[in-house]
């Protein structure tokens, strides 16, 4: 755990991470929700209604593979952030072409682009620089070359060209 978890449920829920989990600060979506604080909650519940109530209070307001865009609070160094949840790792069927697993990831990133050159492009820029973590490989437990290769795929995708009004030219 990180430097002061050790034995902390702060940050977390409420639930104290064991064997195989990772805490908030080990993760992208943790570290961005940990920097955004407040504001970038505020913006998140103002964007995406609750579209699934549970018992815990964990509600669900992004379906996996679907996206919502919410601006960027103070102190983050970008304009925007594409909340996407990813399906977890293995609970989709076993790896192959064209398994669940896969085609959720691709989403995902399908609609990351979506909504933000959907944003981009009402504001009138013509250029949009996007930086994503490779989904589904932290706390969602996917094997990081195989999440990584998911990611690749998605971008060069029809659906992706589709999803922005121009060229992907590189993908890094």
Partial sequence: PPAGLETSSSGWGGMDAGS????????VDGLVHQ???????TALAAAAPVLEERPDGDHVRCRIGDAVLTPAPPGLPFDAVAHTPPPFFG??????????????????????????ARAASQAGKFELVLATPIL??????????????CLVRAFRSPQANEAIPLAVTEVV
């Fill in 20 to 27: 195989g989990m990772l805490y908030p600060a080990q993760v």
């Fill in 35 to 41: 920097h955004g604080g407040q504001a970038l909650r």
């Fill in 91 to 116: 609970q989709a069927g076993p790896l192959c072409a064209g398994n669940r697993w896969e085609s959720q990831l691709a989403s995902c990133y399908v609609s990351a682009l979506r909504v933000a």
């Fill in 136 to 149: 589904g490989a932290g706390a969602r437990g996917a094997p990081t070359a195989e999440a990584a290769r």
